[in-house]
């Protein structure tokens, strides 16, 4: 399906009350939920996002949970009857009206930045911050920020290593090449960073 020129959607995949600013592919069975979603962007299979705002030129595998809700562990049951109305859901409700622990928790928002890559059967856990250029090894549980250009892996997902020398991390966000479309990168080539971030670095100077 073709949700609009630039947005594609495999079989079974949904967009919900979310904003996608275009260029993205959502894969099977996946699912974005109350998201802004940025450009460039593809969830792989059987995967959930929720509660998400998310950068430009972003991977996300298949299986991975991002941003969904946590239940209250301090309540006497976890079960949503004691925060919400779940008369839409059961047939039959406790309360006329969501609790505000239940409205604070939703309003908390999973950041995602630019050029991020997150592996399959990854779980980040609703409120984390997840900065530009990191990666998130398949498995990960992630349940705190993570620094730019970082490689995280494990449960709780721990920093293995950074991607490049603190040097060219920051000449790399300083290009935030990530704002330029596909057809402004055409000259930019990628498998050469010294040589990429002369050209980042002078597109910037323009």
């Known amino acids: 399906m073709i949700y609009d020129e630039n947005i594609k959607l495999a079989g079974f995949a949904k967009i919900m009350n979310s904003t996608l600013l275009g260029n993205a592919f959502i894969g099977m069975s996946s699912c974005i939920n109350r998201c802004d979603v940025g450009r460039y962007n593809g969830l792989a299979y059987f995967s959930y996002l929720a509660d998400t705002n998310t950068g430009h030129y972003c991977t996300f595998g298949s299986r991975i949970s991002i941003g969904a809700f946590s239940h209250p ?11 919400r109305n779940t008369l839409e859901s059961y047939g039959d409700t406790i309360l006329q009206e969501d609790a505000s622990t239940y ?14 890559w997150i592996g399959d059967n990854a779980v980040v856990i609703k409120g984390v911050t997840i900065s530009n250029g990191a990666i998130v090894a398949a498995g990960s549980i992630v349940t705190r920020d993570v620094d730019p250009y970082s490689i995280v892996a494990g449960n709780p997902a721990k920093q293995i290593r950074t991607r490049f020398s603190d040097k060219i991390i920051e000449r790399l966000l300083s290009t935030n090449w990530w704002e330029y479309s596909m057809q402004e990168l055409k000259d930019v080539p990628f498998d050469d960073i010294s040589k990429s971030l002369e050209i980042l670095e002078q597109k910037r100077l323009k």
């Open 73 to 83: 562990t301090d309540n006497l049951s976890v079960h949503e009857i004691g925060y």
């Open 103 to 116: 409205m604070d928790e939703r309003a908390k928002k999973t950041t995602i930045g630019n050029d991020v």
